[in-house]
């Protein structure tokens, strides 16, 4: 099959998947937006199907109308190039277009691909695998940001009728010593990857060793009964004013019962908080201070990617937080035009997370992968495993 029909296969997969994610989600739900940071339901929709009837059916296809003038204006995400847009803080106030109508604008591009990604030359593919990459990340925010929504509401609504099983008692924590000296780090090789996870370069790797798992709800209760979040000399200077100023106290997502036990909203609704999960929701302050209270460190993004590359065990549960800054690699280099916005702008400010979450659709994790938040967010799936110095 050439390569624009495998393509073909996967954007009806992806494209798919998303829709299935909204199912049993009222237009109320889809519309909602419960802080800056979030985008709806309605917004992520549209957003992703926007990108692929701006950088390649209007681009790249003749005769191409836009299914509504307006849109571009309305589901533009940060993309300065492609002009103004509808402030990101009042998304939640689109309550027109309605939801079918989100449906339809996605069935037109849709179709138009279908007929239309035959004769793409091999750098509009290109730009069709990003587009996917890209639906996969609002996949996963589409995630973050229901249940954020849900959180916010008194009733507490399930996301999912599913079950949450609770996670197997994953026993004391093993330290894992790293590879040392000069060592590789980055995408190489003809598989996609975002361009901030390239070039391929040399790190300098110092005596170290990391753990082979994830820190545990049952171990962050430790730091919490501690009193971890009243102890200003285990925070960084501006996680203790973010902490002081926001009143933190426990987890994102965690509240205590009538009987005081501690319970946590997730995606299945309210349950009592499992001691054996991987502790989520955390801020990098927090996992910063977490990690000074045990004695340890955050891994390097470096280590972090070196130790998974050799087989580093990987829960799959959490984003896990590394104590190194988002920016660019030695020789890194934006694309041209638009898409060039993608990543390198966000290089300030931010720190870089490695693995994977529950929210992270299949398929869309890898070693050089390089998420990354500001240190002050933790409505992601966001937790944390440790590394010292030996």
């Not at 924590?173 to 391929?200: K, L, M, N, S, Y």
């Amino acid at each position: 099959m050439p390569r624009s029909g495998e393509l073909l296969e996967r954007f009806r997969q992806v494209r798919t998947h998303s829709l299935r994610l909204a199912e049993g989600l009222s237009d109320a739900d889809a519309t909602a937006q419960s802080m800056d940071d979030a985008s709806p339901t309605k917004w992520h929709l549209a957003h992703i199907s926007w990108f692929f009837e701006t950088f390649l059916l209007r681009d790249h296809v003749p005769g191409y109308r836009l299914f509504d003038e307006a849109f571009p204006y309305l589901f533009n995400s940060y993309y300065e190039a492609e002009g103004a847009r509808h402030a990101r803080p009042e998304r939640g106030l689109l309550t027109r277009p309605s939801i079918d109508q989100v449906l339809a604008y996605r069935s037109h591009v849709d179709g138009a691909m279908a007929e239309a990604m035959a004769g793409f030359p091999e750098e509009l593919l290109d730009l069709v695998e990003l587009g996917l990459n890209h639906e996969q990340q609002h996949q996963e925010l589409l995630l973050t940001d229901i249940l954020h929504l849900f959180s916010r509401n008194p009733l507490k609504p399930a996301y999912s009728a599913k079950p949450t099983a609770r996670a197997a008692d994953p026993g004391p924590v093993q330290w894992i010593e790293g590879r040392t000296g000069i060592q590789q780090i980055g995408h190489d090789g003809p598989a996609f990857a975002f361009d901030c996870e390239g070039p391929r370069h040399d790190v300098l790797l110092n005596p170290h060793a990391i753990a082979n798992r994830p820190v545990t709800n049952g171990e962050w209760l430790g730091f919490l009964e501690d009193g971890g979040y009243r102890d200003a000399r285990l925070w960084l200077s501006d996680g203790w004013a973010w902490v002081q100023a926001e009143a933190i106290e426990a987890p994102l997502y965690w509240s205590r019962t009538s009987d005081q036990r501690w319970s946590e909203f997730g995606l299945s609704g309210t349950l009592d908080v499992d001691p054996s999960a991987p502790v989520k929701h955390v801020s990098h302050y927090e996992a910063d201070a977490f990690a000074t209270w045990a004695g340890a460190r955050l891994p390097t993004e470096a280590e972090w990617e070196v130790a998974a590359s050799d087989g580093l065990p990987n829960s799959g549960a959490v984003w896990e937080w590394t104590g190194s800054a988002y920016l660019p690699y030695p020789g890194f280099a934006p694309a041209d035009g638009a898409v060039g916005e993608y990543n390198g702008k966000f290089m300030s400010g931010q720190a870089v997370l490695k693995g994977g979450s529950i929210a992270t659709p299949p398929g869309h994790v890898r070693t050089s992968y390089r998420n990354f938040f500001y240190p002050h967010q933790r409505w992601q799936f966001c937790g944390l495993r440790l590394a010292k110095n030996i």
